[in-house]
């Protein structure tokens, strides 16, 4: 049974910077394609961000475009989203999710919140 673990949230100022990570184990990380989502209370869960399994094409949202970027290292069985430039209304609950169908995993979430 596959395991997503996120890590890496936190409290960050206005235009600063955090760094998510998603730790995939119990399945062959290679061949999935990894996505983070993120969500906020009343809300539908959105995609971020996504990048493919054998190619590394990464697909960004319209609205963190420029400033995030997702990136994986097989080797490490990890995805990043490198997240700068941070905007109050990035402020979710951010989730790791894999799938290759008809299998999909998701991780427990990780809080990001950005306040002065």
């Known amino acids: 049974q596959g395991q997503l673990v996120e890590s890496g949230g936190g409290l960050v100022q206005p235009g600063g910077s955090l760094r998510l990570s998603c730790a995939a184990s119990?399945?062959?990380?290679?061949?999935?394609?990894m996505s983070w989502y993120r969500q906020t209370p009343g809300k539908e869960r959105e995609l971020v961000a996504t990048?493919?399994?054998?190619?590394?094409?990464?697909n960004y949202a319209d609205s963190v475009k420029e400033r995030f970027t997702i990136s994986r290292d097989n080797a490490k069985s990890t995805v990043y989203l490198q997240m700068n430039s941070l905007k109050p209304e990035d402020t979710a609950v951010y989730y790791c999710?894999?799938?290759?169908?008809?299998?999909?995993?998701w991780g427990q979430g990780t809080q990001v919140t950005v306040s002065s």
């Open positions: 990048i493919s399994s054998v190619t590394g094409i990464t």
């Open positions: 999710n894999a799938r290759r169908v008809p299998r999909t995993y």
């Open positions: 119990g399945f062959t990380f290679s061949s999935y394609a």
